[in-house]
């Protein structure tokens, strides 16, 4: 491991180091207005929400790692208090990048950018209409975390006002492939958090076995991995042994079973004829059938989260040992 003492080491790679592992970040596409009224709008993804009773988000538009200036983002939010924060899609990600070219004051990257502004309800600065995600804001608080150069400035933003377009929800849950949401990562790559690249986890339930719950034999099978265990261990209890043999036994048998069609099934996520297949091979004396059995559950548990399934397979595998 590349060990760091950040007081010894160059700003610069320390920057490129939060970047890598403070990742993906969201990022607030934020527009400010001056106090003479010139537009401003400039991508910021040292960028997250911290409360939300009452809804705070904090942004920080750090001084320059140059020459330790100020951005004209933090000029403005002093002088007037007052942003709308967007959040940036895919279809917007090259016009923020744009947006976020160091420009002079007076110039409006809203005109460099080509991206629309609209008018806000409660604050000053213009929303971006491409955005199907808005917050109006007021500055709460600015905190400034030192004087030289990439030294943050959190802005503490209050959110006044949310606009959200209604198509982006699906029975009240923000869908994520609708709002297909770009996030930022370590040098010039960015992800997309939509498609392949999203999933889900549910919640363990109220009280899980954890760990130290599974019994030894499964714990360290050299098949499943620290994500299969966890979706097991995140059981109430380790069912009964019987029951799942049971329900193992009951899978029937596809003919013409054989090593090559077990991972063909296993390729196509179909767990279930993979599992008859292991069995069949299990009657031939395979081999290595413990690993055959606990690949079947993995893969229940990687495709479908399927931890019933995925239980009795493992308890079925292990049987000689429990
Ligand atoms: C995706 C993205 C994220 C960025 N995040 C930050 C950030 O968190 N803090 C920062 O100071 N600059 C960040 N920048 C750079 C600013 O957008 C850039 O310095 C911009 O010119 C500031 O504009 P302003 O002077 O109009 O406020 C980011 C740039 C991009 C493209």
Redesign the pocket.
């Known amino acids: 491991m590349l060990s760091v003492d950040p007081k010894q080491a160059p700003i610069k790679d320390i920057h490129g180091y939060l970047l890598g592992g403070a990742a993906p970040r969201p990022?607030a596409l934020v527009s400010t207005v001056s106090s003479s009224g010139a537009r401003?709008l400039?991508?910021?993804?040292?960028?997250n929400a911290f409360s939300a009773n009452p809804p705070l988000v904090v942004?920080?538009?750090?001084r320059r790692l140059r020459d330790s200036t100020v951005?004209?983002?933090?000029t403005n939010l002093l002088e007037t208090k007052e942003c709308v924060i967007q959040a940036v899609t895919y279809d917007m990600s090259q016009q923020?990048?744009l947006a976020?070219?160091?420009?002079d004051s007076e110039v409006d990257?809203f005109v460099k950018s080509g991206l629309t502004p609209i008018e806000s309800e409660v604050v000053k600065p213009p929303r971006v209409k491409e955005s199907p995600y808005q917050m109006e804001c007021k500055l709460e608080r600015m905190i400034s975390l030192g004087t030289g150069g990439a030294a943050g400035n959190l802005a503490l933003c209050e959110v006044l006002r949310f606009h959200i377009d209604e198509n982006m929800f699906d029975k009240g849950v923000m869908q994520p492939d609708r709002l297909d949401l770009v996030a930022?990562m370590s040098g010039a790559f960015y992800c997309r958090a939509s498609g392949a690249a999203v999933f889900r986890i549910p919640r363990p339930g109220k009280s899980p076995m954890g760990f130290d719950g599974l019994p030894e034999c499964i714990k360290s099978s050299p098949t499943l991995t620290g994500n299969d265990l966890a979706q097991l261990a995140g059981e109430e209890s380790v069912p009964n042994l019987a029951d799942a043999c049971a329900a193992v036994e009951a899978v029937p048998q596809p003919s013409g079973a054989s090593e090559e069609s077990f991972y063909r099934f296993l390729d196509n996520l179909d767990y279930k004829q993979a599992l008859g297949t292991a069995r069949a091979l299990d009657g031939q004396n395979h081999s290595d059938i413990t690993r055959l059995y606990e690949l079947a559950a993995h893969c229940a548990l990687e495709s479908a989260g399927d931890t019933e399934f995925a239980w009795n397979v493992a308890l079925y595998a292990r049987r000689a040992s429990l």
């Open positions: 990022i401003n400039a991508p910021f993804s040292f960028f942004f920080s538009p750090s951005k004209d983002t933090y923020v990048n976020s070219a160091e420009y990257e930022r």
